[in-house]
T-cell receptor, first 111, second 115 residues
Framework: GENVEQHPSTLSVQEGDSAVIKCTYS??????FPWYKQELGKGPQLIID?????GEKKDQRIAVTLNKTAKHFSLHITETQPEDSAVYFC??????????FGKGNQVVVIP | EAGVTQFPSHSVIEKGQTVTLRCDPI?????LYWYRRVMGKEIKFLLH????????ESGMPNNRFLAERTGGTYSTLKVQPAELEDSGVYFC?????????????FGQGTRLTVV
């Protein structure tokens, strides 16, 4: 089955700086790559996703890039703010509708 | 519009007891999924319903876990008898059919602690 690796496990950034989280996947048939943000006491919230027919997608301060050849995708957060502090999960999915998640990345934005 | 809701938010039970978790998906979502996160590890798929039918239950750990979705609305996940290794956070998610992807929306989770 699909195996998703997520790096780094923790990331601390100064407020205003950029944060980048990288994920790799193993199954070349995967075609859908969502990113979830989980705040304390809440469930994972979908923040952005990308499909295999595009290489980049942007939504305000967040963007996701996809390299199908290398089988990796990344989340970019610019101008980080304290409310960006959370656990971020990447995931991959193919035609079977099930999501394979990475282990999560704790992002801490230091004011 | 209400999101995915799960009940209870937290459950502490003794080894050998039974626990039933409930999930109410977003209205109109035919796809319903159960996932589980054991401490420190990734969120893992358990099973997938399309309406009341089990589409994929390959992630269910063993026969102590039973999921149902009678009538294609809410779903329950029963663990009987519970073991220590069943502790974790159980998430439910739902999505519409035919969106061309799996834009799944998650509930807040049920934290299960087996002691």
């Amino acid at each position: 089955g699909e195996n998703v690796e997520q790096h780094p496990s923790t990331l601390s950034v100064q407020e205003g700086d950029s944060a980048v989280i990288k994920c790799t996947y193993s199954d070349s048939a995967s075609n859908y790559f969502p990113w979830y943000k989980q705040e304390l006491g809440k469930g994972p919230q979908l923040i952005i996703d990308i499909r295999s027919n595009v290489g980049e997608k942007k939504d305000q301060r967040i963007a996701v890039t996809l390299n199908k050849t290398a089988k990796h995708f990344s989340l970019h957060i610019t101008e980080t703010q304290p409310e960006d502090s959370a656990v971020y999960f990447c995931a991959a999915s193919g035609g079977n509708n099930r999501l394979a998640f990475g282990k999560g990345n704790q992002v801490v934005v230091i004011p | 519009e209400a999101g995915v809701t799960q009940f209870p938010s937290h459950s502490v039970i003794e080894k050998g007891q039974t626990v039933t978790l409930r999930c109410d998906p977003i209205s109109g979502h035919d796809n319903l999924y159960w996932y589980r996160r054991v401490m420190g590890k990734e969120i893992k798929f358990l099973l997938h319903f399309v309406k009341e039918s089990k589409q994929d239950e390959s992630g269910m750990p063993n026969n102590r876990f039973l999921a149902e979705r009678t009538g294609g609305t809410y779903s329950t996940l029963k663990v009987q008898p519970a073991e220590l290794e069943d502790s974790g956070v159980y998430f439910c998610a739902s999505s519409q059919v035919g969106q061309g992807g799996t834009e799944a929306f998650f509930g807040q989770g049920t934290r299960l602690t087996v002691v």
